[in-house]
């Protein structure tokens, strides 16, 4: 189906109108109507605990539906029924198959919910930065000195949710918009307080939901401020891979774009932190166009993604990937391992094999692709960086660093755990030969410290994990 008529003298598309799909509507896809009953059960029954949008883009334009149920993309947007272990997809399976109440079926979604590991690293309470005044500003984490999410309450929802998105709480309601926050007087008045800080990143969900003129509203009023130390304004996003229209031809993709060139004007840098996942997700006309507007605001694009089983767990896709986003003007940036939570079982891939790839994929391109960091695991200490297996005598190694640390002085530092083939975290490393790592008793002060005062965890989604 032609979705979009391309226009090259202009840049300009007329713009199919965004439209979701989510459990109530999913059997209306006509793609969908040809897989079998049971099939369609199953993303029913998967749906009902994780959460499920995609919309008409994903599916017209990035599924390969001959390749449906392996697909990565099909995969990236839909339930399938691995995602959850037997026992939970058993217990949900009968509850919709007696035909239970709604209200019953959502109890046992939240059970079955609360077994997911639904706060990784402590998220919830490690904890909230506060105002000198006391005030703590929930919408916001400082975790690392030079940068300060930013959750703005309008942007907590997505074009379309990732199956392996640990933000999976909030998007099912568990969380009540917990990280949210409704205007930026407390961030500035917190900048203020912060003159070390000089990136603020607004993340979410994904702030490109934001209509642009609620978007300018906070963007503006940072402009407005005219903080003397702030250098970048991140804008965490999966927009151009998800809705690329939004930066070519909705009604507010002029508007957008204006608000971009208003932050770069002032001499402040805009670093469009663009989440893809699969080289696909880089190949449409409309992905390429919105590329091109992006960066014509004087924006730079930068890219990360999480290794996931099922959707790119190949070196040679990442090559590939990092090869045609040097070509589109787009920066690597990271290359993430999935947190412990949700669906981890169904893609995590051990820190080793997601070293390997890495190492694969890193070992095929040139130097403008090797702006790229990983495999980096955004743990409660830091972002912490697997950079392979080594001897030490006769024994194998795993050998990491920290790229971000809660303490500054951690990173670039190498270290050392026993080598460990399943590992899929830092929990599960053994120092190599002391009794506790390095950071250990210094995180466990700033801890202490935090549950009394402030401070914050975790972290970007779009790859951060997100
Ligand atoms: C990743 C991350 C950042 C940004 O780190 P950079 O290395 O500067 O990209 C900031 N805060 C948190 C909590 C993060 O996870
Ligand atoms: S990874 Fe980003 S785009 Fe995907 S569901 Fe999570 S917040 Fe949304």
Request: hydrophobic content about 35%.
């Amino acid at each position: 189906m032609v979705l979009q008529q391309f226009d090259d003298s202009w840049g300009r598309f007329s713009s199919p109108l965004f439209k979701t799909y989510t459990l109530t509507n999913f059997r209306d896809i006509l793609q969908i109507k040809k897989l079998s009953q049971e099939k369609q059960f199953e993303i029913e029954v998967v749906g009902n605990v994780l959460p499920f949008k995609t919309n008409n883009y994903v599916v017209e334009q990035l599924i390969d539906w001959k390749n449906v149920p392996n697909d990565p993309i099909f995969a990236l947007n839909f339930p399938q029924r691995d995602m959850l272990k037997p026992k939970h997809y058993r217990k949900m399976e009968n509850a919709l198959k007696k035909g239970l109440e709604k209200k019953e079926i959502q109890r046992i979604a939240n059970e079955i919910r609360l077994q997911l590991n639904p706060h990784p690293a402590g998220q919830m309470e490690h904890n909230v930065p506060q105002l000198r005044d006391g005030t703590k500003l929930y919408g916001m984490q400082h975790k690392y000195k030079e940068t300060v999410l930013f959750f703005p309450s309008q942007g907590q929802t997505c074009h379309a949710y990732c199956s392996f998105c640990f933000r999976w709480p909030q998007f099912v309601g568990m969380e009540d918009l917990k990280f949210a926050m409704r205007e930026t007087s407390s961030l500035i008045q917190y900048l203020k307080e912060h003159p070390e800080i000089t990136d603020i990143l607004f993340t979410g969900g994904d702030p490109m939901i934001m209509k642009a003129k609620l978007l300018s509203r906070y963007i503006d009023s940072i402009l407005d401020a005219d903080l003397p130390n702030l250098q970048t304004i991140r804008i965490g996003s999966k927009a151009l891979a998800y809705w690329p229209y939004k930066f070519t031809s909705d009604d507010d993709s002029q508007e957008t774009l204006d608000l971009f060139n208003r932050v770069t004007r002032r001499g402040i840098h805009l670093s469009f932190m663009a989440h893809f996942n699969h080289p696909v997700e880089l190949s449409t006309d409309a992905v390429k166009a919105a590329i091109r507007a992006v960066r014509g605001t004087g924006a730079q694009i930068r890219t990360q993604s999480p290794v996931l089983k099922h959707i790119n767990d190949d070196p040679n896709l990442w090559a590939e990937m990092w090869k045609k986003q040097v070509s589109l003007g787009l920066i690597p940036y990271y290359m993430f391992v999935v947190r412990d939570t949700g669906a981890q079982h169904y893609f995590g891939v051990p820190l080793i094999r997601a070293q390997e790839i890495f190492r694969d994929a890193y070992q095929q391109v040139g130097g403008l692709c090797r702006t790229v960091r990983g495999p980096s695991m955004s743990s409660t200490p830091g972002k912490i960086q697997v950079l392979g297996v080594t001897n030490v005598g006769k024994l194998k190694a795993i050998v990491m660093r920290f790229l971000q640390g809660r303490d500054p002085k951690w990173v670039q530092i190498p270290f050392l755990a026993k080598y460990d083939k399943k590992a899929i975290w830092i929990d599960d490393l053994k120092p190599f030969s002391d009794k506790k790592f390095f950071f250990e008793d210094g995180l466990e002060k700033i801890l202490s410290k935090d549950m009394k005062s402030s401070g914050s965890d975790d972290s970007t989604v779009h790859g951060g994990p997100p």
